[in-house]
Nanobody, 113 residues
């Protein structure tokens, strides 16, 4: 089964930026959608950003205009990203990528002054 590895999380001040990466261990069919999810303490996991196999990219209302999901143009890298700008304390969570039926292990994002 494909394995996903996230990276790029960390501690950032409000208003700051981070870029998360998700790297797959093997090529994944373009029929699979790719997405970023997050889970804050005591809350359910929620979808943050999503690229469907067909159709338009979509975002949770809470991150629209601040987060951007994209795939590396070099498809051989098997990587996609989540660019997060103007981060807010409420963005604090463990972020997970989902692709090809697999989940990454999660990366912690903490937004605090």
């Amino acid at each position: 089964q494909v394995q996903l590895v996230e990276s790029g999380g960390g501690l950032v001040q409000p208003g700051g930026s981070l870029r998360l990466s998700c790297v797959a261990s093997e090529n994944i069919s373009p029929l699979y959608a790719m997405g970023w999810y997050r889970q804050a303490p005591g809350k359910q996991r929620e979808r943050v950003a999503f690229i469907p196999s067909r159709g338009e990219t979509n975002y949770a209302d809470s991150v629209k205009g601040r987060f951007t999901i994209s795939r590396d143009r070099d498809l051989s890298k098997n990587t996609f990203y989540l660019q997060m700008d103007n981060l807010k304390p409420e963005d604090t969570a463990v972020y997970y990528c989902h692709w090809g039926g697999a989940w990454g292990q999660g990366t912690q994002v903490t937004v605090s002054s």
